[in-house]
Structure formats: structure tokens, C-alpha cells
């Protein structure tokens, strides 16, 4: 779907609605605060959205688990009121309260003479209204930065939620905005909770944040919604049972590139041609293609790379439903179809293709309404293989963070000890683990931030092959033991070694050379 119209959007924030993943235990009724510990692991999905004739039970009949509902200078029709409260509760669905008056859209023309004490004015009136609302008085509080706030504005927007953590404690606060706002607040200790907007941030995430708005302008129950994306446990949510449709974890969007072929290609193609590209819809990622990819992703504001990855599927994709016609709806025939519905590819969204699109929702877990939104979308494609050739596309590196715990720590701990740092290799990130990180980055001129992300994997690993042995190699046995090869983590990369990192390759559709090199370390780590 299109980027949002940030003018429509400047005028109008919705609200936040997290769904599907974050399976909370809490008693029924308001006032529970569910803690990270309560929480389920998953990552949820969810809407926000400004018409509060949106009613819970449309929200959770979707298939969506959370509502963020706003918070303002009354009156004001969209803020949240206590009955409507009592309803999300009531529907099972969690609740994050965000205040927004103008989202400081007036600093465009004049930053005030005081932003402490309007960011201390804002949190006095949020938490009056959260707390009648029946907020549990431990949650926190979002407060909006609705535009593209400049780095002439930073030392005002950290005095703002200085002034908001004033009232309402740092530990409750946090940020609504884009990459660099959310970025600037986390790393100047003015925010415990972040989420970010994928407006104004060029493709970036900031892993800290705790919610992510992913996409603009879709439809729930008839009414205008953004799609959002929980990434903790723990988001601020409070009230309901935060059951989300039965937590369904949507898989993630492939990367389709140039040279591959199959119905998800063709199911691209589609979409491009919707979107005005003149192409064939062939199945077969070519030189067109990979022209109109680029035109695309150029007029939206994205990354020119030509892959048809996850932020390009997030743009691409509109909703189609019963009664629509054209490219949009051949494209999700095409992704049906791919799940033995057997539809004639025509472009009409009949009953046939209702009926399709209702059965594979039901089977998937999601909200049964026959609208093929942002979640069937990415359920239909991100299932199984709708693509392939053209070349093995390794996973993104994650990010390995403090307070982490796992096989990438452990991998991670091993290669920062194969460069010097004298460290206990347990899985666990900890406090010695964030400083060596902090001095590998350090020394080998990266961003001192302490998360092992893309940039310091890439740093960090070297290649292993049989013969080679110590830290490195008992890093790689790690990765290879995640995949059930069952290694014993010796750092001697003998015959067994050599045998798993083989199989590994070939399951992956890697070259196969025994050789734990950049491409096989990320498909280890990544996957």
C-alpha cells in the first residue's frame, strides 16, 4: 500500500491498535498491568485509528489484540472515555494510551520558550485522563511527535519529555515518532518506550523500540486504520487479556529478486502493474521488473535496490476484498492459488475468491472476514516458497542486545572472545558482554552502541573451515547446533563439523564447500 499522505496524516494522528501476538494472563476487567514476565515472546500485529465508532468487537472479530486509544485537550470525539475502555477490556483486548494534542506539529512554526513545562503540562492532563480511564497508574504513557522533527529541535524535544518525565516518572514515558526522534530520546536516557513509525525513517528501525507502525490506510469493519507491529512482550499494554485472535505470528516477507521465478513474482508483478508499472506478469523477474521494482520503491520513498523485500511488499500490497477488481485482486489469486484454492486468475473478487480467501484465513489462524488486508497478505506470501532461483538471499543479521539471552549470544560472546575480550561465553548478555561489544565497536570504528547488529556481526565473524580451530570455531558449532546437528562445542572443526556446516549448506541452498564463511554465518545467524 502507498506511503501515508503526511499532510492527511498531520492533521489527523490515529490511535494504536496492537494485535495477535503478546498473549497475556491477567484477570478480567481494567486495571491489570501485564508485565514482560506474563507475556508471551511472540510479536503481535494491531491497528491504530482515530474513529472511535470503531467498535471493540469489530477490532477483535479482525483478529487484532490491542487498542492504543488516544489521549488530548477535551473536548476532543477521539479521545478514549471510561466505556469505551470497559468495551476493549470487555472484548478481551489490551489497551496503550498515547497523548497527542497537535503531535507538536505547531513547533514547525515557532518551538516554545519553555518546552519543559509544556512536556509537564501534557503528562498532568494524559495521566488525569488515563487514570479515570482505569489505567493502572505503573503504565506508560506515549506522547506523539507527529512530523519530521529536525536535529535543530532536539535539545527542545529532549527538554519536552524531560518535562513529561517530570510528572509522570522516566520509567512511564515514552515517544511516538519516527526513526531519528526515537533514536535521539533512547540514547539520551529521555524515553523508556519507544514506537517508531516507518514515516520519516527511511528503512530504519530502532530495535529499542517496543512498537512499530508499519503501514498506512488500510480498513477494518469499514473504518480508515494504520497497521502496527508489536516487537516486546511487554509494550505498555494494560487491561483485557491481550489474546489477539490466538496470538498468530505472521511469517516474515521474502525477498524476491532479480532472476528468481513463481507465483509470488508474478503475484509482484501484479502489483507493480497496479501500482501503473507497463509489464508483463510472467512469473519471471527480469530486466522490466527490476526497472519498475526500482521506479517503485524511487516514487515511494523507499531504498533503491530493486529487491522486492519487506518494506517494497508493505508499500505494494492494497486491501482487495468481495466486489474489487483489477491487477491488486489477480495478485492475491495468483498468492491463493499457490494453497491449491485453484481461482481463475481474472481479477474479479467474486464469492469464489471470498470463499478462498475465507478458508485460508481459518486455516491460518487469522480474522475470518474474506478482506485480503496487510495480515492475509503477508500470510499468503511470506508462506512457504512463492519464489525461487535467482540466487540464495541470507536473512537479515538480528540485533543481540543487553539482556538478551541464547545460541547468538553464546555464537556472539565466542567471536568477541576469539578477538580479544576476556569473557564468560554463557548466552547470556550481560554487563561484561555489552563492554566488549562496546570496545570491539570501538576498535574496529563502528558505532559504539553496544548492540550487536548488522554492522558488528559482519566485523565480528571470520571464516572457519576444517583444519581451523578455537573461539571462532566453537562460535560456528553454536550456529550449527541451533540447526539440531547436535556438536559437541570443542573449537576443533574436524570431520563432524565439516559434515553439519555441508548439510547445513545444502538445506539452504547454499554453495556447498564445508567453508563457514560471510554468506553461511548469516544464514546461521539469521535464521
Not at 492527511?8 to 476487567?29: I, K, Q
Not at 540464495?392 to 572472545?417: E, F, K, S
Request: with cysteine; hydrophobic share 40%; charged share 10%.
Amino acid at each position: 500500500m502507498n506511503l501515508p499522505d503526511e499532510s492527511r496524516r498531520m492533521s489527523r494522528r490515529r490511535l494504536l491498535t496492537l494485535a495477535g501476538g503478546a498473549a497475556v494472563a491477567t484477570a478480567a476487567g481494567i486495571g491489570i498491568a501485564p508485565s514482560a514476565a506474563a507475556a508471551s515472546s511472540a510479536t503481535g500485529y494491531g491497528i491504530d485509528y482515530s474513529d472511535a465508532s470503531l467498535t471493540a468487537a469489530s477490532v477483535a472479530a479482525a483478529g487484532y489484540g490491542f487498542a492504543c486509544r488516544y489521549l488530548s485537550w477535551l473536548p476532543n470525539s477521539k479521545v478514549l472515555t471510561l466505556s469505551e475502555a470497559q468495551a476493549l477490556t470487555a472484548a478481551g483486548l489490551g489497551i496503550v494510551s498515547n497523548w497527542e494534542s497537535d503531535g507538536l506539529q505547531s513547533w514547525q512554526s515557532s518551538v516554545p520558550s519553555d518546552p519543559y513545562s509544556q512536556g509537564a503540562g501534557h503528562a498532568t492532563e494524559a495521566q488525569r485522563q488515563a487514570l479515570a480511564n482505569g489505567m493502572p497508574s505503573s503504565r506508560p504513557i506515549y506522547f506523539s511527535v507527529d512530523f519530521d522533527l529536525q536535529s535543530s529541535m532536539y535539545s527542545a524535544l529532549n527538554s519536552y519529555f524531560d518535562g513529561v518525565a517530570s510528572v509522570i516518572g522516566r520509567s512511564r514515558t515514552g515517544a511516538y515518532g519516527g526513526y531519528h526522534v526515537i533514536q535521539e530520546l533512547f540514547n539520551n536516557g529521555k524515553i523508556a518506550w519507544g514506537w517508531q513509525t516507518y514515516a520519516w525513517s527511511g528503512g530504519n528501525w530502532d530495535s529499542r523500540a517496543q512498537l512499530r507502525q508499519v503501514q498506512n490506510g488500510i480498513t477494518v469493519a469499514g473504518h480508515d486504520a494504520d497497521l502496527d507491529q508489536a516487537m516486546a512482550a511487554d509494550f505498555g499494554q494494560w487491561g483485557g487479556t491481550g489474546g489477539g485472535g490466538g496470538g498468530v505470528i505472521l511469517p516474515s516477507w521474502p525477498n524476491i529478486t532479480d532472476g528468481m521465478t513463481g507465483p509470488s513474482v508474478q503475484a509482484a508483478q501484479y502489483l507493480l502493474r497496479y501500482h501503473g508499472a507497463s509489464i508483463t506478469a510472467d512469473g519471471q523477474f527480469g530486466s522490466a521488473t527490476l526497472a519498475a521494482t526500482k521506479s517503485f520503491q524511487s516514487a515511494h520513498g523507499l531504498g533503491v535496490d530493486g529487491q522486492i523485500g519487506p518494506q517494497t511488499w508493505s508499500a505494494l500490497i492494497v486491501q482487495v476484498q468481495q466486489g474489487s477488481s483489477g491487477d491488486d485482486v489477480r495478485a492475491a489469486q495468483v498468492e491463493l492459488n499457490r494453497f491449491g484454492y485453484g481461482l481463475t486468475v481474472d481479477g474479479n473478487f467474486g464469492s469464489g475468491t471470498d470463499s478462498a480467501a475465507r478458508a485460508f484465513q481459518s486455516a491460518h489462524g487469522l480474522g475470518v472476514d474474506g478482506q485480503v488486508g496487510p495480515q492475509t497478505w503477508q500470510m499468503l506470501v511470506g508462506t512457504g516458497s512463492g519464489a525461487s532461483g535467482g540466487g540464495t538471499v541470507a536473512p537479515p543479521w538480528p540485533n543481540v542486545i543487553d539482556g538478551d539471552t541464547g545460541n547468538n549470544v553464546l555464537a556472539a560472546q565466542y567471536l568477541l572472545r576469539y578477538h580479544g575480550a576476556s569473557i564468560t561465553a554463557d548466552g547470556q548478555f550481560g554487563s561484561a558482554t555489552l563492554a566488549a561489544t562496546k570496545s570491539f565497536q570501538s576498535a574496529h570504528g563502528l558505532g559504539v552502541d553496544g548492540q550487536i547488529g548488522p554492522q558488528t556481526w559482519s566485523a565480528l565473524i571470520v571464516q572457519v573451515q576444517q583444519g581451523s580451530s578455537g573461539d571462532d570455531v566453537r562460535a560456528a558449532q553454536v550456529e550449527l547446533n541451533k540447526f539440531g546437528y547436535g556438536l559437541t562445542v570443542d573449537g576443533n572443526f574436524g570431520s563432524g563439523t565439516d559434515s553439519a556446516a555441508r548439510a547445513f549448506q545444502s538445506a539452504h541452498a547454499l554453495g556447498v564447500d564445508g567453508q563457514v564463511g560471510p554468506q553461511t554465518w548469516q544464514m546461521l545467524v539469521g535464521s
